[in-house]
C-alpha cells in the first residue's frame, strides 16, 4: 500500500495505490490525520486510480476521513474508483455516502458546485 498527495486548487488529492488492508490500515489512518493536522481547512480528493482491494477496515477509515471532514465543513470527493474496490463499496451499501467521480478532472470540476457533499 502507497499513499501520496499533493495540492490541487483547494483540494489535497491523496492518491491510494495496492491494498488497503488490516495490516496497513493504522498507517493510513495515521497519514490521514497528519494530512488533516498539516492542513486543517482544505478539501479532500481521493484518486483511487491505482487501489486494487480495499478491506472492511479500509472502508472504516474512508468513513472516518469523510465524517471528519464533513465536521470540519470541508468537502470530500472520490474519484477513479475501479470495479472492484466500487463492488465493495456497493455491497456494504456506503457508496450512497460519497461523492465517485470517474476521474480527476471531473471532480475537480466539480468544485464550485452548490449542492452538498453530504446527504
Known sequence: M?????KQKDYIVIYLS?????????????DFEQILTNHPKTNILLNM???????????????????????????FKICNMGKNVREIFELTKVVQFFKIYEDEESALLSIN????DYD
Open 18 to 30: 495496492g491494498s488497503l488492508d488490516t495490516k496497513i490500515s493504522r498507517d493510513i489512518e495515521e
Open 113 to 116: 458546485e452548490l449542492d452538498s
Open 49 to 75: 486510480k491505482e487501489l486494487k482491494y480495499i478491506s472492511s477496515s479500509g472502508l472504516r477509515i474512508i468513513v472516518s476521513l469523510r465524517s471528519a471532514l464533513q465536521a470540519a465543513n470541508l468537502k
Open 2 to 6: 502507497k499513499l501520496t498527495f499533493k
